[in-house]
Protein backbone atom coordinates (compact mmCIF):
# COMPACT_ATOMS: atom_id res chain seq x y z
CA UNK A 1 0.00 0.00 0.00
CA UNK A 2 2.77 2.27 0.33
CA UNK A 3 3.79 3.22 -3.00
CA UNK A 4 1.03 4.03 -4.86
CA UNK A 5 -0.72 6.32 -3.07
CA UNK A 6 0.18 9.19 -4.33
CA UNK A 7 -2.38 10.95 -6.69
CA UNK A 8 -5.80 10.53 -5.21
CA UNK A 9 -9.87 11.59 -5.08
CA UNK A 10 -10.80 14.65 -4.77
CA UNK A 11 -11.46 17.43 -1.69
CA UNK A 12 -13.39 19.85 -4.09
CA UNK A 13 -12.51 23.35 -3.27
CA UNK A 14 -11.54 25.95 -4.22
CA UNK A 15 -13.00 28.72 -6.74
CA UNK A 16 -13.02 32.10 -6.84
CA UNK A 17 -15.68 33.79 -4.55
CA UNK A 18 -17.65 32.79 -7.27
CA UNK A 19 -16.69 31.19 -10.76
CA UNK A 20 -18.95 29.46 -13.38
CA UNK A 21 -18.59 26.16 -15.11
CA UNK A 22 -20.18 25.04 -18.36
CA UNK A 23 -21.67 21.73 -18.12
CA UNK A 24 -23.62 20.66 -21.41
CA UNK A 25 -23.70 24.32 -22.53
CA UNK A 26 -25.17 25.17 -19.26
CA UNK A 27 -23.06 27.97 -17.08
CA UNK A 28 -23.68 26.40 -13.20
CA UNK A 29 -22.37 29.13 -10.19
CA UNK A 30 -19.73 28.05 -7.97
CA UNK A 31 -18.91 29.41 -4.29
CA UNK A 32 -15.85 28.48 -2.79
CA UNK A 33 -16.73 29.34 0.76
CA UNK A 34 -19.52 28.00 -0.11
CA UNK A 35 -18.19 24.35 -0.83
CA UNK A 36 -15.56 24.12 1.62
CA UNK A 37 -18.56 25.02 4.20
CA UNK A 38 -20.62 21.83 2.99
CA UNK A 39 -17.81 19.33 3.35
CA UNK A 40 -18.30 19.68 7.30
CA UNK A 41 -14.75 19.71 7.87
CA UNK A 42 -13.29 22.56 10.39
CA UNK A 43 -10.73 23.85 7.81
CA UNK A 44 -8.37 26.56 9.68
CA UNK A 45 -8.55 29.38 7.03
CA UNK A 46 -5.42 30.91 8.87
CA UNK A 47 -3.35 28.11 7.87
CA UNK A 48 -4.89 27.61 4.66
CA UNK A 49 -3.81 30.67 3.48
CA UNK A 50 -0.63 30.75 4.63
CA UNK A 51 0.22 27.80 2.18
CA UNK A 52 0.53 24.58 5.02
CA UNK A 53 -1.09 21.41 3.47
CA UNK A 54 -4.26 20.59 5.32
CA UNK A 55 -4.72 16.73 5.69
CA UNK A 56 -8.48 15.14 6.76
CA UNK A 57 -8.69 11.44 7.08
CA UNK A 58 -12.35 10.80 6.11
CA UNK A 59 -13.69 8.08 8.09
CA UNK A 60 -17.16 9.53 7.58
CA UNK A 61 -16.99 8.86 4.01
CA UNK A 62 -15.46 4.72 4.08
CA UNK A 63 -18.95 3.48 2.98
CA UNK A 64 -17.21 0.14 2.99
CA UNK A 65 -14.70 -2.26 4.85
CA UNK A 66 -12.37 -2.28 2.52
CA UNK A 67 -12.39 1.38 1.91
CA UNK A 68 -9.84 3.92 3.03
CA UNK A 69 -10.29 7.71 2.48
CA UNK A 70 -7.59 10.74 2.60
CA UNK A 71 -8.45 14.37 1.62
CA UNK A 72 -5.73 17.26 1.18
CA UNK A 73 -6.10 21.16 0.18
CA UNK A 74 -3.36 23.65 -0.92
CA UNK A 75 -3.75 27.21 -1.07
CA UNK A 76 -1.18 28.79 -3.64
CA UNK A 77 -0.40 32.56 -4.27
CA UNK A 78 0.51 31.53 -7.84
CA UNK A 79 -1.53 31.79 -11.21
CA UNK A 80 -4.18 29.27 -11.92
CA UNK A 81 -2.60 28.74 -15.44
CA UNK A 82 0.74 28.39 -13.22
CA UNK A 83 -0.29 25.78 -10.91
CA UNK A 84 -2.07 23.84 -13.98
CA UNK A 85 0.65 23.53 -15.88
CA UNK A 86 2.33 22.20 -12.90
CA UNK A 87 -0.37 19.95 -12.06
CA UNK A 88 -0.69 18.22 -15.69
CA UNK A 89 3.05 17.64 -15.58
CA UNK A 90 3.07 15.38 -12.71
CA UNK A 91 -0.44 13.41 -13.85
CA UNK A 92 1.83 10.44 -13.72
CA UNK A 93 3.93 10.87 -10.77
CA UNK A 94 5.74 7.44 -10.56
CA UNK A 95 8.22 6.56 -7.59
CA UNK A 96 12.06 5.98 -8.13
CA UNK A 97 11.39 2.08 -8.86
CA UNK A 98 14.43 1.42 -11.91
CA UNK A 99 11.79 -0.06 -14.05
CA UNK A 100 8.66 2.16 -13.56
CA UNK A 101 6.57 3.69 -16.62
CA UNK A 102 3.93 4.61 -17.62
CA UNK A 103 2.70 5.01 -21.73
CA UNK A 104 -0.69 6.79 -22.92
CA UNK A 105 -2.77 4.18 -24.84
CA UNK A 106 -4.47 6.43 -27.98
CA UNK A 107 -5.86 3.41 -29.56
CA UNK A 108 -8.70 1.73 -27.95
CA UNK A 109 -9.97 -0.73 -30.21
CA UNK A 110 -6.59 -2.47 -30.64
CA UNK A 111 -4.03 -1.57 -27.40
CA UNK A 112 -2.22 -4.62 -27.81
CA UNK A 113 0.83 -2.43 -29.40
CA UNK A 114 1.44 -0.30 -26.56
CA UNK A 115 2.05 -2.94 -24.27
CA UNK A 116 5.28 -4.20 -26.16
CA UNK A 117 7.24 -2.60 -23.80
CA UNK A 118 5.66 -4.26 -20.58
CA UNK A 119 8.59 -6.51 -19.71
CA UNK A 120 10.43 -8.30 -16.19
CA UNK A 121 13.55 -7.66 -15.96
CA UNK A 122 16.32 -10.33 -14.46
CA UNK A 123 16.23 -8.67 -11.26
CA UNK A 124 12.38 -9.46 -11.29
CA UNK A 125 13.03 -12.90 -11.47
CA UNK A 126 11.67 -13.33 -7.94
CA UNK A 127 8.39 -11.91 -8.94
CA UNK A 128 8.31 -13.63 -11.91
CA UNK A 129 8.40 -16.95 -10.28
CA UNK A 130 5.63 -16.10 -7.55
CA UNK A 131 3.59 -15.55 -10.74
CA UNK A 132 4.30 -18.38 -12.50
CA UNK A 133 3.37 -20.79 -9.57
CA UNK A 134 0.36 -18.55 -8.17
CA UNK A 135 -2.92 -20.43 -7.64
CA UNK A 136 -4.96 -18.89 -5.50
CA UNK A 137 -4.77 -16.40 -2.60
CA UNK A 138 -4.51 -12.39 -2.78
CA UNK A 139 -0.74 -12.21 -4.16
CA UNK A 140 -2.59 -11.04 -7.18
CA UNK A 141 -5.45 -9.33 -8.95
CA UNK A 142 -7.08 -12.07 -11.69
CA UNK A 143 -9.83 -13.80 -12.27
CA UNK A 144 -10.70 -17.47 -12.44
CA UNK A 145 -10.26 -17.28 -16.44
CA UNK A 146 -6.92 -15.19 -16.15
CA UNK A 147 -5.25 -17.87 -13.70
CA UNK A 148 -6.56 -20.64 -16.31
CA UNK A 149 -4.82 -18.39 -19.29
CA UNK A 150 -1.43 -18.34 -17.32
CA UNK A 151 -1.06 -21.84 -17.04
CA UNK A 152 -2.12 -22.74 -20.33
CA UNK A 153 1.09 -20.11 -21.02
CA UNK A 154 3.48 -21.81 -19.40
CA UNK A 155 3.24 -24.64 -21.59
CA UNK A 156 4.36 -22.21 -25.09
CA UNK A 157 7.20 -20.39 -23.66
CA UNK A 158 10.68 -21.71 -22.66
CA UNK A 159 11.80 -18.86 -20.70
CA UNK A 160 9.99 -17.81 -17.90
CA UNK A 161 10.24 -14.33 -18.47
CA UNK A 162 8.78 -14.48 -21.45
CA UNK A 163 5.52 -16.48 -20.08
CA UNK A 164 5.18 -13.54 -17.51
CA UNK A 165 4.96 -10.65 -20.14
CA UNK A 166 2.72 -12.60 -22.34
CA UNK A 167 0.21 -13.11 -19.92
CA UNK A 168 0.27 -9.57 -18.26
CA UNK A 169 -0.08 -8.03 -22.04
CA UNK A 170 -3.01 -10.12 -22.49
CA UNK A 171 -4.59 -9.50 -19.17
CA UNK A 172 -3.85 -5.62 -19.77
CA UNK A 173 -4.95 -5.37 -22.85
CA UNK A 174 -8.34 -7.39 -22.63
CA UNK A 175 -9.29 -4.99 -19.31
CA UNK A 176 -8.62 -1.98 -21.00
CA UNK A 177 -10.81 -2.95 -24.18
CA UNK A 178 -13.63 -4.23 -21.72
CA UNK A 179 -13.38 -1.15 -19.52
CA UNK A 180 -13.46 1.26 -22.88
CA UNK A 181 -16.66 -0.54 -24.25
CA UNK A 182 -18.54 -0.98 -21.05
CA UNK A 183 -17.33 0.49 -18.03
CA UNK A 184 -16.64 -0.37 -14.53
CA UNK A 185 -19.65 -3.05 -14.98
CA UNK A 186 -16.93 -5.03 -17.06
CA UNK A 187 -13.96 -5.49 -14.70
CA UNK A 188 -13.75 -9.04 -13.68
CA UNK A 189 -13.62 -9.91 -9.84
CA UNK A 190 -10.47 -10.90 -8.47
CA UNK A 191 -10.00 -14.48 -7.43
CA UNK A 192 -8.86 -14.36 -3.84
CA UNK A 193 -10.64 -17.28 -2.90
CA UNK A 194 -13.62 -15.57 -2.28
CA UNK A 195 -14.72 -13.03 -5.05
CA UNK A 196 -13.89 -9.60 -4.98
CA UNK A 197 -16.33 -6.84 -6.72
CA UNK A 198 -14.08 -4.35 -7.94
CA UNK A 199 -16.74 -2.96 -9.91
CA UNK A 200 -19.43 -3.28 -6.99
CA UNK A 201 -17.11 -1.39 -4.75
CA UNK A 202 -16.47 1.28 -7.27
CA UNK A 203 -20.01 1.84 -8.12
CA UNK A 204 -20.51 1.90 -4.08
CA UNK A 205 -17.37 4.17 -3.32
CA UNK A 206 -18.84 6.66 -5.44
CA UNK A 207 -21.91 7.40 -3.80
CA UNK A 208 -19.54 9.21 -0.97
CA UNK A 209 -18.17 11.58 -3.85
CA UNK A 210 -20.51 13.99 -2.66
CA UNK A 211 -19.04 17.64 -3.70
CA UNK A 212 -18.47 16.27 -7.14
CA UNK A 213 -22.49 15.45 -7.26
CA UNK A 214 -23.40 18.28 -5.65
CA UNK A 215 -21.71 20.83 -7.66
CA UNK A 216 -20.39 19.39 -10.58
CA UNK A 217 -23.40 16.89 -11.40
CA UNK A 218 -23.00 16.43 -14.59
CA UNK A 219 -19.38 15.61 -14.83
CA UNK A 220 -19.97 13.34 -11.64
CA UNK A 221 -22.35 11.44 -13.80
CA UNK A 222 -20.72 11.15 -16.27
CA UNK A 223 -17.76 9.65 -14.48
CA UNK A 224 -19.62 7.27 -12.76
CA UNK A 225 -21.49 5.86 -16.52
CA UNK A 226 -18.25 6.25 -18.77
CA UNK A 227 -18.39 5.37 -21.47
CA UNK A 228 -21.89 6.42 -21.84
CA UNK A 229 -20.72 10.13 -21.77
CA UNK A 230 -22.65 13.06 -22.34
CA UNK A 231 -20.40 15.86 -22.58
CA UNK A 232 -18.36 14.92 -25.50
CA UNK A 233 -15.14 18.01 -24.65
CA UNK A 234 -14.24 15.99 -21.76
CA UNK A 235 -10.51 15.03 -22.35
CA UNK A 236 -9.90 11.14 -21.92
CA UNK A 237 -6.75 9.79 -21.47
CA UNK A 238 -5.62 5.94 -20.56
CA UNK A 239 -2.26 4.58 -19.29
CA UNK A 240 -1.14 1.51 -18.40
CA UNK A 241 2.14 1.92 -15.68
CA UNK A 242 4.85 -0.38 -14.29
CA UNK A 243 5.49 1.07 -10.97
CA UNK A 244 6.33 -0.64 -7.14
CA UNK A 245 3.79 -1.33 -4.24
CA UNK A 246 4.96 -2.86 -1.34
CA UNK A 247 8.95 -3.43 -2.85
CA UNK A 248 6.89 -5.87 -5.85
CA UNK A 249 6.35 -4.73 -9.33
CA UNK A 250 2.65 -3.56 -9.78
CA UNK A 251 1.14 -3.25 -13.07
CA UNK A 252 -1.93 -0.19 -13.71
CA UNK A 253 -4.86 0.54 -15.73
CA UNK A 254 -5.67 4.03 -15.60
CA UNK A 255 -8.61 6.74 -17.45
CA UNK A 256 -8.62 10.39 -16.46
CA UNK A 257 -11.65 12.31 -17.38
CA UNK A 258 -10.60 15.83 -17.34
CA UNK A 259 -13.18 19.29 -17.62
CA UNK A 260 -10.65 22.30 -17.92
CA UNK A 261 -11.94 25.83 -18.17
CA UNK A 262 -10.53 29.25 -17.65
CA UNK A 263 -12.32 29.47 -14.10
CA UNK A 264 -11.87 25.78 -12.99
CA UNK A 265 -9.92 22.32 -13.79
CA UNK A 266 -12.25 18.82 -12.34
CA UNK A 267 -10.21 15.60 -13.30
CA UNK A 268 -11.08 12.27 -12.11
CA UNK A 269 -9.10 9.48 -12.48
CA UNK A 270 -9.94 5.89 -12.07
CA UNK A 271 -7.06 3.13 -11.43
CA UNK A 272 -9.49 0.48 -12.13
CA UNK A 273 -7.04 -2.40 -12.62
CA UNK A 274 -4.18 -3.17 -10.42
CA UNK A 275 -2.61 -6.03 -10.55
CA UNK A 276 -1.28 -6.31 -6.88
CA UNK A 277 -1.57 -4.89 -3.42
CA UNK A 278 -5.02 -2.61 -3.78
CA UNK A 279 -8.01 -3.56 -5.34
CA UNK A 280 -8.63 0.11 -7.21
CA UNK A 281 -8.03 3.59 -6.94
CA UNK A 282 -10.64 6.19 -7.57
CA UNK A 283 -8.94 9.73 -7.80
CA UNK A 284 -10.67 13.56 -8.22
CA UNK A 285 -9.04 17.03 -8.44
CA UNK A 286 -9.91 20.24 -7.81
CA UNK A 287 -7.70 23.39 -9.41
CA UNK A 288 -9.50 26.85 -9.35
CA UNK A 289 -8.31 30.23 -9.09
CA UNK A 290 -8.94 31.60 -5.34
CA UNK A 291 -8.51 35.29 -4.03
CA UNK A 292 -5.17 36.33 -5.59
CA UNK A 293 -3.67 32.69 -6.08
CA UNK A 294 -5.32 29.20 -7.27
CA UNK A 295 -6.39 26.37 -4.66
CA UNK A 296 -5.49 22.52 -5.01
CA UNK A 297 -7.97 20.09 -3.40
CA UNK A 298 -6.89 16.37 -3.83
CA UNK A 299 -7.94 13.12 -2.00
CA UNK A 300 -8.01 9.59 -2.06
CA UNK A 301 -10.29 6.37 -1.97
CA UNK A 302 -8.87 3.19 -2.19
CA UNK A 303 -9.80 0.03 -1.53
CA UNK A 304 -8.29 -3.19 -0.29
CA UNK A 305 -9.25 -5.98 1.61
CA UNK A 306 -6.28 -5.72 3.67
CA UNK A 307 -8.16 -3.56 5.99
CA UNK A 308 -11.35 -4.89 6.38
CA UNK A 309 -11.74 -7.74 8.67
CA UNK A 310 -10.88 -7.78 12.72
CA UNK A 311 -8.70 -5.35 13.61
CA UNK A 312 -9.86 -3.16 11.15
CA UNK A 313 -10.71 0.04 12.77
CA UNK A 314 -6.28 -0.01 13.00
CA UNK A 315 -6.16 -0.85 9.54
CA UNK A 316 -8.15 1.73 8.44
CA UNK A 317 -6.17 4.07 11.20
CA UNK A 318 -2.77 3.10 9.60
CA UNK A 319 -4.23 2.62 6.04
CA UNK A 320 -4.90 6.12 6.43
CA UNK A 321 -1.47 7.47 7.55
CA UNK A 322 0.57 5.93 4.95
CA UNK A 323 -1.84 7.25 2.45
CA UNK A 324 -1.14 11.04 4.01
CA UNK A 325 2.87 9.96 3.36
CA UNK A 326 2.84 9.63 -0.24
CA UNK A 327 0.21 11.95 -0.99
CA UNK A 328 2.01 14.96 0.50
CA UNK A 329 5.67 15.23 -1.51
CA UNK A 330 3.22 16.32 -4.27
CA UNK A 331 1.84 18.77 -2.23
CA UNK A 332 5.36 19.71 -1.00
CA UNK A 333 6.74 19.93 -4.95
CA UNK A 334 4.04 22.62 -5.76
CA UNK A 335 4.96 24.41 -2.24
CA UNK A 336 8.81 24.41 -3.26
CA UNK A 337 7.78 25.44 -6.56
CA UNK A 338 5.39 28.36 -5.99
CA UNK A 339 5.99 28.75 -2.20
CA UNK A 340 8.78 31.64 -0.70
CA UNK A 341 9.53 30.99 2.51
Given at each position: ?42 IDKEKLMRSEILVFERGDQERLDSEIA ?153 FLHYPSVKDKHYKHKFYWIKDAMDERP ?92
Amino acid sequence: MRELLREKVLFAVGVLLVTTLSCYGEHVAVDADKIMASTGLDIDKEKLMRSEILVFERGDQERLDSEIAVDMLLYLNAPYEAVLKELHRGENQLSDYAYATAVKVDDLKDPSPYFKRLTFSLKEHDEVERLLSYKEGDSFNLSDEEIKRLHELTKKFDAKEKVAEAFMREVLSARLQAYHEKGVQSIASYDHGDKVKVSKDLKTGSQDLQILATWFDYFYKDFLHYPSVKDKHYKHKFYWIKDAMDERPVFILKHQMVHEQPGATVIAERQFYISQGLDALQVEIICMPYREGTILGLGAQTFTGKVAGFGSFVAHKIGRMQMEKQLKPMFVNMQRKFVRR
